[in-house]
């Protein structure tokens, strides 16, 4: 079998994860040091030198590892002119590798280009592992298990206030435990008073809080919140992206859902995560399609505004919460 291995997804900590299963099985019980590792950022390597030092023995030990982040050549980016000759040789090296060196290419990005030669080249003869997000009931699990590594606890109820705060997102996740267990010291247990004190709503969150206000018709919380985010230096075009996305989940999986579709059916048509689909269910519900149609009508127009218009941004925007 061959010894490339094309690791890629959207969520770096769990391709980096991956990538040290694979080293470690490679290495056995060897400790990766200089000796036996090498590492290249393709945004900044030379092709042609990756190749030569995947080719050239490991000096002072058995076997060796060549890791290649940032692997952009698999997906849809653009190529330099200069890349170029060198992606042909790439080509052929992958089709015709025969080194023990275990060569490693790192990809963020949710898909491969699978038009590319080198796609279809690396499919034939290398191994493929697609990392996909964890479900809720994964990341349930594996926060449960973070925890327990350092002697705590957190009970059901809690849990799911928490990632209601976070969202399902690896790394804000990891970093939102890592103030709480700052946070609570010696204390094994963390209560839903630590969340509150410590935890910061994401944004994708918060933009759900204010669709959630204004479906409310709570539009004076709403328009709050959304001044508060753009104090905490979020533009409001990004603001407005984000809930004509979220407006238009609510939509897809309102018509889906009416048509028989399982939640998780939805989420694999629409490729959204499963627990935002979840959250959307929940609110779509409270929506006809015609006035979901409506909203996302008007953020077409409040979008033209916030880019043509001299008015000022924000208060676009607050019309724009004013008027749905």
């Known amino acids: 079998m061959s010894q490339i291995n094309v690791i890629y997804g959207d969520v770096p900590e769990l391709i980096e994860k991956e990538t ?14 200089d000796f036996n590792f090498v590492k290249y950022n393709l945004y900044e390597a030379n092709i042609n030198q990756i190749m030569e030092e995947a080719m050239t023995l490991p000096l002072f030990s058995d076997k060796k590892v060549v890791l ?10 653009k190529i330099p002119q200069e890349m170029k000759t060198s992606l042909t040789q790439l080509i052929n090296f992958v089709e015709n590798y025969d080194s023990d060196t275990l060569m490693i290419f790192q990809v963020h990005s949710p898909k491969l280009d699978e038009r590319k030669k080198l796609v279809k080249s690396v499919k034939k003869v ?35 206030y928490f990632l209601g705060l976070t969202g399902i997102h690896y790394r804000i996740i990891q970093q939102e435990l890592d103030k709480l267990l700052l946070y609570i010291g010696e204390r094994p247990t963390i209560s839903k008073k630590d969340i509150e004190l410590i935890v910061n709503r994401s944004l994708e969150q918060n933009v759900f809080l204010l669709t959630e206000y204004i479906q409310k018709g709570q539009k004076e919380k709403a328009i709050s919140l959304m001044k508060d985010l ?30 028989g579709y399982s939640p998780t059916q939805i989420a694999k048509t629409i490729n959204v995560h499963p627990y935002r689909v979840k959250l959307a269910l929940s609110q779509s519900r409270k929506y006809h399609l015609k006035s979901l149609l409506e909203v996302i009508n008007k953020c077409a127009e409040t979008d033209y505004k916030l880019k043509s218009s001299y008015l000022d941004k924000a208060l676009i925007l607050e019309l724009f919460i004013l008027s749905v």
Do not use: C, H
């Open 68 to 77: 290649v982040q940032n692997a952009f050549i698999f997906t849809g980016e």
């Open 126 to 160: 290398a191994n493929i592992k697609k990392i996909e997000q964890l479900s809720e009931e994964e990341m349930k699990a594996w926060i449960s298990s973070y925890l327990q590594k350092e002697g705590k606890a957190i009970n059901q109820e809690e849990l799911e």
């Open 20 to 33: 040290d299963q694979l080293i470690q099985k490679y290495l056995k019980k060897v400790p990766k040091d």
């Open 230 to 259: 753009i104090q905490l230096k979020e533009e409001p075009i990004k603001l407005l992206a984000l809930i004509t996305s979220t407006y238009r989940i609510y939509y897809q999986t309102k018509i889906l859902s009416e048509k």
